[in-house]
């Protein structure tokens, strides 16, 4: 049996087709035909995304001003970190909804409900850590369900979260090891 070839009846489009359909509806930017999201649901999942990212850089950065105790200088400086790469996360949610042709929501109004972490700031250092973990362990969940929803219907925004689900959780294991460091503490 043969292999397909490319633009003769396999599986690519022939060059033709390609320029065509390139040239159609062109003020759309990177969404072509060939995006089979729903993209109001995607942007509103973005947003969601996005405010949740906003939210957990809100409060590891309060957390990261907040820490006091023996171990409040390592841990603040994860804290830190934490927040760095979650502003990170907000900004590539926000140019991936521009790319679908969409406008990133950053209005406070409603912020904390558009999220899927909670803003809880935590008393002590060890409760910070744990309201740190509770928020990575949301992510993770919401944004796997994301990834699955997406599946083949747009790759490359199910990618970016992909990336973005990596990095939470190295976050949540931070936070357990962190935990687990603060013993009866």
């Known amino acids: 049996m043969a292999a397909a070839q490319p633009g003769r009846g396999g599986f690519l489009s022939d060059i033709e087709t390609l320029r065509k359909r390139a040239r159609e509806h062109i003020a759309q930017g990177a969404v072509t035909p060939g995006y089979h999201a ?25 957390h990261y001003y907040m820490a006091q105790g023996i171990h409040a200088e390592s841990v603040a400086a994860e804290f830190l970190q934490h ?17 679908l042709g969409g406008a990133p929501d950053f209005s406070p109004q409603g912020l904390a409900t558009r999220s899927h972490a909670e803003y809880i700031e935590g008393d002590s250092l060890k409760d910070m850590i744990k309201e740190d973990l509770v928020a990575e362990r949301i992510a993770i969940d ?29 976050h949540a294991d931070d936070l357990a090891t962190l935990l687990e460091g603060m013993g009866k503490h």
């Open 142 to 170: 919401s944004y796997r369900e994301m990834i699955e929803y997406l599946g083949m219907k747009d790759v490359t925004t199910r990618r970016l979260m992909e990336e973005i689900l990596a990095k939470e959780e190295e």
């Open 83 to 99: 927040a760095t790469e979650e502003q990170h996360h907000a900004d590539q949610i926000a140019e991936r909804i521009t790319q």
């Open 38 to 62: 729903d993209r109001g649901v995607v942007l509103k999942l973005l947003n969601e995304a996005l405010a949740t990212e906003i939210i957990c850089t809100l409060r590891y950065k309060r």
